[in-house]
């Protein structure tokens, strides 16, 4: 990330009144381990905390291995994967990482969460979105209607990605 993306985002923060100490800790935080991440010792550290309790922060780790791009986290990210009590965020960035590492594994798993009966609506929706922001469209129709580039999200953008969900798990 370079300094003026950071800039740019501590202004947003600011115009929202969202600026606090929590917040950039946070931010620094995620943006010193993408920066180290790459290094042996950090990256050894950073599969550690795909075990951790918290799903926030395996969530996080699993975004943060995602956008260093060592394929070494594959298998890592694909044990989690197993786990029965994921939430759907933390779900959904295992599925992008996986995705934004190569492997077509994330996928078919961000697939499985559109298409399962058991999953909440809101995880069935976060999962389409991240598939549309990585620019993943093969597993949607093709309609010009669609706004694919994901970055806004109208009523009837809202509505026509339920449809397509809803076709997705009807297959």
Known sequence: MNKEKVKKYIEDLEKENRLNIETLGYFFAKWILLTKGKDKETFT????????????????VADILGKIGNARAIPYLKEICKRKDLWGVTACSLGVALVR??????????MEKIT???EHR????DAAKALIRLKIR??????????????????EWSKKLESLVSKLRAK
């Open 116 to 118: 399962s009966p058991e």
């Open 45 to 60: 550290e950073l599969l550690e905390g795909l075990k951790h309790e918290d799903q926030i922060v395996v969530s996080h």
């Open 138 to 155: 093969d597993v949607f129709e093709k309609d010009g209607k669609v706004n694919f580039d994901g970055k806004t999200m109208t009523p």
């Open 101 to 110: 590492l190569g492997d077509r594994a994330g996928i078919d798993f961000l």
């Open 122 to 125: 809101d995880v069935r929706m």
